[in-house]
């Protein structure tokens, strides 16, 4: 299911194991590192403390967080009852059943760098890393971006044979209907250890286990070899053997939850409509490069005429079993983004609803945590007009920053401000028009805001105001001239 491509910018901070969750193979190798972003964004105030969800961390100049965000930490979407979020994490954990598999759920989103980027092998440069992608508490401490910021950890403790965890991630972000600064992921992994399995004959241990999974009857696309030298290359402490019962284990695994979702969505889409036409379910596997499984594929599937990516999924490279203190251990993993297949199987169309607290949409799901046979689709209760408004300005150098007093300016400033001001009541932000004058080199940059609340209309007069504080604080922030 592939999320709109983003400008180059947001390309870049796709970071690196995003453990594959809603990002696709070709970002990750388009990733370019930046040395300079690292310090690109504006730093908060330097002092004291700040609270989150009832845990105190000291605040220096990296902080980053603002209200709106740290005031959401507490919400845990995926565990709340009959939210369409936990629901959809439910479907999937029921594929893979305890006590092979252990579930994660109440992992504390506030890690240290260490945690989300270190133990991934994240350079020091790297554009995951800088302020304008990512929420720092402090320089140490950040709000993780990705649920692998805890994989190490449960490598190490070493407590199933298998695991999901699922958990709010925290981006600085776009504003649009399928973008939102918090979202959340669930990835899951299944290891084999060389030591326990008979005679040491990891590969025909998988094979074992992929007989005793259930099997399916859905035409599954997957015309390259397990393994290619160039393309999907074999890691050289994995026998060709080892890597090919791997991926069958992880592909008949995931199509099972491909099939549970589809078939539970299409109950639902006749349930709403009985004259839906259906066409049967497709998927098929794609070669794909993520930095820390080898061979590794996306999962695509065939829904309502368009192709959609799903997730991403690989072996897992054998040296992170070796620095989680388990190299005997071999397996794989996948992740992908609970939001964007809950908008699907609900018919979902706007991310914003899922952090809502309108009875008018909760209502609509009261009771399908107990019993997820009555699950239905979303019915709109409501759409208000939109209201549009421009800001223009000049920055204040002939390149893309502020200079002599402002902070430099990335896209995701104005996406944080506007979002910080106007919340929830902004549907999207897209940039409408950049201009650099050719004899000063100054840039001119216009973006255009869509004031919509999901629960009532707004009037222009309100529109207004949320406006003129977004101008105001774009010329205080990074000392921009409004047009």
Not at 115 to 137: M, V
Not at 385 to 391: G, M
Request: hydrophobic content about 35%; overall charge negative.
């Amino acid at each position: 299911m592939k999320i709109p491509s983003r400008s180059a910018q947001s390309t870049l901070k796709q970071h690196a194991l995003a453990l594959f969750v809603g990002s696709s193979a070709a970002t990750f190798k388009s990733l370019r590192i930046c040395t300079q972003c690292r310090h690109n964004s504006t730093a908060a105030q330097s002092s004291e403390e700040v609270e989150l969800a009832g845990r105190s961390y000291s605040k220096d100049d990296w902080h980053n967080v603002p209200s709106t965000i740290a005031s959401s930490i507490s919400r845990r979407l995926h565990i709340q009852k009959d939210h369409p979020i936990s629901i959809t994490r439910a479907i999937i954990e029921s594929q893979f059943p305890s006590p092979t598999y252990k579930y994660y759920n109440d992992f504390f989103p506030a890690v240290s760098t260490l945690q989300n980027f270190d133990s991934l092998g994240f350079p020091a440069d790297h554009p995951g890393r800088s302020r304008t992608d990512t929420y720092y508490i402090n320089k140490e401490t950040v709000l993780r971006t990705h649920t692998s910021a805890h994989q190490a950890d449960v490598f190490r403790a070493n407590e199933s044979e298998g695991y999901l965890i699922s958990a709010d991630v925290y981006r600085r972000d776009a504003i649009d209907r399928s973008h939102y600064p918090i979202f959340h992921q669930i990835e899951g992994a299944r290891t084999w250890d060389r030591k326990r399995v008979p005679n040491g004959d990891l590969a025909a241990a998988v094979w074992r286990d992929l007989e005793n999974l259930p099997k399916h009857d859905i035409t599954v696309e997957d015309p390259n070899p397990p393994i290619h030298p160039e393309r999907n290359p074999l890691q050289s402490k994995h026998s060709a053997e080892e890597a090919e019962a791997i991926a069958a284990h992880l592909k008949r695994s995931l199509e099972l939850v491909v099939v549970e979702l589809f078939a539970r969505a299409k109950k639902a889409a006749i349930a709403a409509n009985p004259d839906f036409v259906d066409n049967p379910l497709k998927v098929r596997w794609v070669e794909a490069y993520f930095p820390f499984t080898s061979p590794s594929w996306e999962l695509e599937i065939f829904w309502q005429g368009d192709w959609l990516e799903v997730l991403g999924s690989g072996v897992v490279k054998q040296e992170i079993m070796t620095n989680a203190g388990v190299s005997s251990q071999s397996g794989w993993a996948f992740g992908m983004g609970l939001e964007r297949l809950a908008m699907l199987l609900f018919e979902i169309p706007d991310i914003r609803l899922f952090w809502s607290q309108d009875e008018r949409f909760l209502g609509q799901f009261r009771g399908v945590s107990d019993d997820l046979d009555n699950l239905k689709r979303f019915v709109p209760f409501s759409k208000h007009p939109a209201c549009y408004k421009d800001v223009a300005f000049w920055l204040r150098s002939s390149s893309s920053s502020a200079t002599g007093g402002g902070s430099i300016f990335h896209e995701n400033d104005i996406m944080e401000i506007v979002r910080d001001i106007g919340g929830d009541v902004v549907e999207d932000v897209s940039k409408v028009d950049e201009f650099t004058h050719p004899k000063s080199g100054r840039k001119s940059l216009c973006y255009r805001i869509n004031y919509r609340s999901l629960e009532r209309t707004l009037t222009n007069a309100e529109a207004n105001e949320y406006h003129e504080q977004v101008r105001k604080t774009l010329v205080e922030k990074f000392g921009v001239e409004l047009r």
